[in-house]
């Protein structure tokens, strides 16, 4: 499997942006990246996934290095909502297609200060 | 979006018995998935869960332990089998429909074994 590499923590304060660094030297052309996180005591959830180019949503941005080994999601105004651990992943496309499973490394835990 | 449950949402079980956990969807899904988050420990995929057939299981986990049913594309059931204070952890059911990149996860079942 391609490997992630993320900081183990990381800190910001409300309303201020975020840029949450994640590292995939080994990732394949054919790779998708893709972001959950992790509420405390919750599943994780969906934040956004992209190919090569640039991805925006209502949640973050998710900006990608034209080589692709590496990415950045950004969350334009953290919010105490927003602590959570972050899981960058590289989809992992066993069997081609839609049956592919996805690996989770450790994560950045994310601290909001008031 | 995919609604998830699943029973029981926490067990405190006797070590050599077995559990086993429900997962319950809302919509027909393709992929079903099982994993599980050990304390302070990022999320581990046990295996994929077929229809109408045997799962499919990661390395270093076995269906002796891990029987795993999915009788419809909506239900499954994984059972943890002769437990050990190793077990406890956190079980989580995942869902993705075939077209759908984003992968949702459910509530999780807390399990402690004693």
């Known amino acids: 499997d391609a490997k992630t590499t993320q900081p183990n923590s990381m800190e910001s304060n409300e309303e201020e942006p975020v840029h949450l660094p994640c590292n995939h030297s080994?990732?394949?052309?054919?790779?998708?990246i893709h972001w959950y996180r992790q509420l405390p005591s919750q599943g994780p959830e969906y934040v956004i996934h992209?190919?090569?180019s640039n991805v925006n949503n209502r949640m973050a941005s998710l900006a990608i290095a034209e080589d692709r080994k590496s990415s950045t999601l950004i969350l334009h105004r953290a919010t105490l909502r927003d602590a959570a651990v972050y899981y960058c992943i590289l989809r992992d496309q066993a069997g081609g297609g839609s049956n592919y499973k996805l690996t989770f490394g450790k994560g950045t835990l994310l601290t909001v200060n008031p | 979006s995919a609604v998830i449950s699943q029973k029981p949402s926490r067990d405190i079980c006797q070590r050599g018995t077995s559990l086993t956990i429900q997962c319950q969807v809302d919509s027909q899904v393709t992929m079903m998935f099982w994993y599980r988050q050990q304390p302070g420990q990022s999320l581990t995929l046990i295996a994929t869960a077929n229809q109408g057939s045997e799962a499919t299981y990661e390395s270093g986990f076995v269906i002796d332990k891990f029987p795993i049913s999915r009788p419809n594309l909506t239900f499954s059931t994984l059972t943890v089998s002769n437990m050990s204070p190793e077990d406890s952890s956190i079980y989580l059911c995942s869902v993705r429909a075939q077209l759908y990149n984003e992968q949702f996860f459910g509530p999780g079942t807390r399990l402690t074994v004693l």
């Open positions: 080994t990732i394949s052309g054919t790779d998708y």
């Open positions: 992209g190919l090569t």
